[in-house]
């Protein structure tokens, strides 16, 4: 069985919330996957009205109605003289319309031999129609292509944008020309036309040549028709096409009942184009409104004139109103080959949930000794809540279970997943427990039970929002060990345990927050407890040219599992401002007083001198800006070019602050736009000293076309009047240059040349030692994902990283070099419409050692997809890691996935993949 469901959610700690069952994820039965949706019937039902139609003496039609009676005028007859008839089978009776079948143009005319049906058929080549052969015929209704598929090298730019990557053309359904094209069958007449017609008996009529039947939206052409009133069937032989509801089927002859919608298609072939999935059948019958079976049947999302991979089963049973199929004694063949069985299966045919098996997921274990094999189970239990159960096997470790619940409610969202595993690792040959590895750290093989559990939730009640995100492992190796997710997972340091909760009222708003983590890198400090924190802040815009209230209040209750200082803290920040605003500059004044008051508790920590220390300090802002721009004429282009200048003072009066501890404060990166910031910290443990100037200035290029801003570029310096004194060592002195009258030069520069090419940059330069402290340049193309380059530079000096003791404390041991010099290149490069390229090469030119090395190459066609990737790279041990991973995708039936996520690697693959879904 299979099953159409959104993805298996990973396992991967501090993941987002997936929004409630919005998701798809495609389906397999004994590995394999349906990736069809919604298959519309052969035919629509037809109201049960009768009626019956004759040939008069001059060549026109006489037709009565179930509920009434009418007679066509007659007509003058030709050469080659056209019926045509208009039945009402609205449910208020029948009445007849029409008109001279000379004049009329009927629904569609000469008839063409239809194919062969077989799926390994190619399309015949068709030469550009001229105006005179655009008229439509009866076999194809309106389109003289092989089952409607059109090459890429006819289709509009329009119809271009919506074709899938690695196909080399579409199915294009012809328009309908019909008065009531856009009404349902049940709502529209019936009208019909033919070169000719007899009544064979009373209640029978015969039409022949060039058969063109519609009502509304259902169009019904064939050679010939016979039209049975008592029975309400309509007979129907040579050439057959039925459009419906966006599908085509063709057969040879086949059988219509408008009484209750049922019917049959002998030596059929059908097209469903929104999916773009074919097949044919000796036989399709139609058993009801909403259902269709397929005996003796092949189904393919190959393009016609390929087959590439099909499946082929005695049965297949189609049913829209649940929407889903069955295949019974099914084959999959592919080249021909037939390379499974499966006895039952079912499968999606359109986008609703249903219990089955999901993609399995195929990669080398960890270990390097087996594969590491996934099979999910997904349950579809109600409309609002659903599991999805996953046996895996490790290889080297053993067997494994993942489980996913989600729930829905009107108030919230909810994700519970876990996992355990008995693992039997172990270790290597050459390492045993308690023995050292390389770094000289003890090795810990973990065997016995091991789990994940992992709770996300998401929500609103009225106005008060809340979330909850919490991530717990049995020990610090888990997702090194068992994680198949990407190496920034791997690299995690700290496991997120949080609730949350926030709202707005009054013109305020509230925030309440508990967090802990779960530390699993032994090199790194544990993180404070937040047991809980309170926030209270003035909300909306400043309003221009008055007072505007500003309000800033936070406790917070710090708790550390070791022997640290602990305690309560709480933060106000009342102030006033006032802005004036123009179109041509802005001037806001800013007031504020900034205080801390602590409450520390020596039972849960170290002895103090002071339990209660607090510092207060006032602060005082003046932000000005200009607005100046000019008309550009450059490289072609007309340009709107502004010139910003802008100068913020900022003076924030020193106090002492040597008793305060350091909860949860750092500096903050110094970039452009910390020049006109207030503080140079993040958190509330510290308040800076200032008395300086910042002066910066942006000049930006727009589009006067579109709009769009194609560059902008921003250089600016602060001036200091005065030395810092305030900073976060435990010496109290900044890691700014504290005696330095300015700061580094900062520059920031976009460049946008398309929708398709961006790129960024930025640099702090020492203008007194002439160096670079820090710089990036970022290069991105991404052309509709078929054609993506990453490219991107990083340096900055900074101090090198020490391990850290149980509390804390640095000790001599360096992790690594704190001057960051990294390169790093990724990308998708297409070699021809199927063949790419996968690639990513991140280097630490510092320690002199790649960060992550990928390479694949990907096969992608409309009928079937494969990728093979080798990765290698640091994982969260800080150690190599590598694997080599298989992706195999039959496009509408099924395969094998990797579970390696690219997304985190290569910037645009994730927008890429879900293009080519």
């Not at 194809?140 to 119809?159: F, H, I, K, Y």
């Not at 009066?653 to 750092?666: G, I, M, R, V």
């Not at 910031?677 to 579109?706: E, L, Y």
Request: one cysteine or more.
């Amino acid at each position: 069985m299979v099953s159409n469901t959104p993805p298996r959610s990973k396992l991967r700690a501090g993941s987002p919330l997936h929004p409630g069952f919005q998701r798809h994820r495609l389906a397999i039965a004994v590995s394999l996957t349906l990736l069809s949706s919604g298959a519309s019937t052969a035919f629509a039902a037809t109201p049960a009205s009768a009626w019956q139609c004759q040939a008069d003496g001059h060549g026109g039609w006489q037709c009565d109605g179930a509920n009434s009676k009418a007679s066509l005028t007659p007509t003058k007859p030709t050469a080659k003289a056209t019926a045509s008839s208009t039945v009402d089978a609205s449910n208020k009776g029948s009445s007849i319309e029409s008109s001279s079948p000379v004049n009329e143009t009927p629904l569609s005319s000469a008839v063409e031999a239809a194919p062969t049906r077989s799926l390994a058929t190619a399309p015949a080549a068709v030469p550009p129609a001229s105006a005179a052969e655009e008229e439509p015929s009866n076999s194809s209704c309106g389109n003289n292509r092989e089952l409607d598929w059109v090459p890429a090298s006819e289709l509009t730019q329009a119809q271009l944008a919506t074709v899938k990557r690695g196909c080399n053309g579409m199915y294009v359904e012809p328009e309908n020309d019909s008065p009531e094209a856009d009404l349902k069958p049940e709502e529209s007449p019936i009208r019909a036309s033919a070169n000719s017609s007899e009544t064979v008996r009373r209640n029978r009529t015969r039409f022949t040549g060039d058969v063109a039947i519609s009502q509304g939206s259902r169009r019904i052409f064939a050679d010939s028709a016979t039209a049975e009133r008592d029975q309400q069937l309509l007979e129907l032989d040579g050439n057959v096409v039925i459009r419906d509801n966006g599908v085509l089927m063709r057969g040879d002859s086949g059988s219509f009942n408008s009484a209750d919608g049922t019917g049959s298609l002998d030596n059929a072939e059908f097209v469903i184009h929104e999916v773009s999935i074919r097949g044919d059948a000796n036989l399709l019958t139609k058993s009801g409104e909403q259902t269709i079976e397929l005996y003796d049947s092949r189904y393919t999302r190959c393009a016609p004139g390929n087959s590439d991979w099909y499946l082929q089963a005695n049965e297949i049973d189609l049913d829209r109103e649940e929407g889903f199929g069955s295949a019974k004694h099914a084959k999959i063949y592919v080249k021909d080959v037939p390379i499974a069985y499966v006895p039952y299966m079912t499968f999606p045919i359109d986008n609703r949930r249903r219990s089955g098996l999901l993609l399995p997921t195929l990669s080398t274990s960890k270990t390097g000794r087996g594969l590491d094999i996934t099979q999910p189970y997904y349950f579809n239990l109600a409309e609002n809540y659903d599991a999805t159960l996953s046996p895996r096997y490790i290889g080297g470790r053993g067997l494994a279970t993942e489980l996913e619940l989600r729930y829905l409610n009107q108030y919230s969202e909810w994700r519970l997943s876990g996992a355990q595993i008995n693992d039997k690792y172990e270790g290597d040959e050459d390492e045993g427990e308690g023995e050292k590895n390389e770094k000289g750290e003890e090795i810990v093989n973990h065997q016995g039970k091991r789990w994940l559990v992992g709770v996300n939730e998401e929500g609103a009640i009225g106005r008060v929002g809340h979330r909850i995100d919490y991530t717990k492992v049995s020990d610090n190796d888990y997702l090194n060990d068992i994680s198949a997710e990407s190496l920034d997972v791997q690299r995690q340091t700290h496991l997120d345990q949080k609730a949350e909760f926030w709202t707005s009222a009054a013109g305020f708003t509230y925030r309440g927050e508990i967090q802990q983590y779960q530390t699993i890198d032994d090199t790194v400090a544990t993180p404070y407890q937040l047991r809980p924190r309170l926030e209270m802040e003035k909300s909306g815009l400043e309003q221009s040219n008055q007072f505007n209230l500003l309000f800033l209040s936070e406790y917070s209750d710090f708790v550390h599992p070791d022997d640290k200082v602990q305690g309560q803290r709480i933060y106000l920040e009342p102030g006033i401002s006032y802005p004036l605003e123009s179109r041509w500059g802005f001037l806001t004044t800013t007031a504020k007083m900034r205080g801390i008051y602590y409450q520390l508790d020596e039972d849960r920590g170290p002895e103090l001198d002071n339990t209660s220390p607090s510092t207060t300090s006032a602060m005082a802002s003046v932000d000005a800006g200009l607005f100046f721009e000019r008309d550009l004429e450059l490289f072609g282009g007309s340009f709107t070019q502004t010139l910003e200048p802008r100068v913020f003072y900022l003076y924030s009066q020193y106090q002492e602050q040597d008793e305060n501890p350091l909860f949860d404060t750092a500096e903050l990166t110094f970039s452009y736009n910390q020049l006109f910031r207030d503080t140079r910290f993040n958190g509330h443990d510290r308040i800076d000293d200032a008395n300086q100037v910042s002066t910066g200035i942006t000049t930006r290029f727009i589009d006067k076309a579109t709009g769009v801003e194609r560059a902008s570029f921003s250089l600016g310096q602060i001036n200091y009047f005065d030395d810092r004194k305030i900073g976060i060592s435990e010496w109290n002195e900044t890691d700014y240059d504290t005696n330095s009258s300015h700061s580094d030069i900062a520059s920031e520069v976009t460049y946008r040349l398309n929708e398709s090419f961006r790129m960024s940059g930025d640099i702090l330069w020492d203008n007194e030692n002439d160096e670079t402290k820090q710089g990036s340049l970022t290069l991105r193309y991404n052309n509709d994902g078929k054609l993506i380059v990453n490219a991107s530079l990083r340096k900055s000096q900074s101090a090198d990283i020490y391990a850290e003791d149980i509390n804390g404390n640095p000790t001599d041991e360096i992790l690594w070099k704190g001057d960051v010099n990294q390169s790093d290149l990724s990308g998708v490069v297409p070699l021809n419409d199927r063949w790419a390229l996968i690639g990513r090469y991140n280097y630490d030119h510092t320690n002199n050692r790649s960060l992550e090395e990928i390479v694949g190459i990907e096969y992608n066609s409309c009928c079937w997809k494969t990728q093979l990737v080798y990765q290698e790279g640091i994982d969260g041990n800080n150690e190599r890691e590598h694997g080599l991973y298989l992706y195999f995708q039959l496009k509408g039936l099924g395969g094998v996935d990797n579970g390696l996520d690219l997304d985190d690697s290569i910037v645009g693959y994730k927008e890429r993949e879900q293009d080519d879904r």
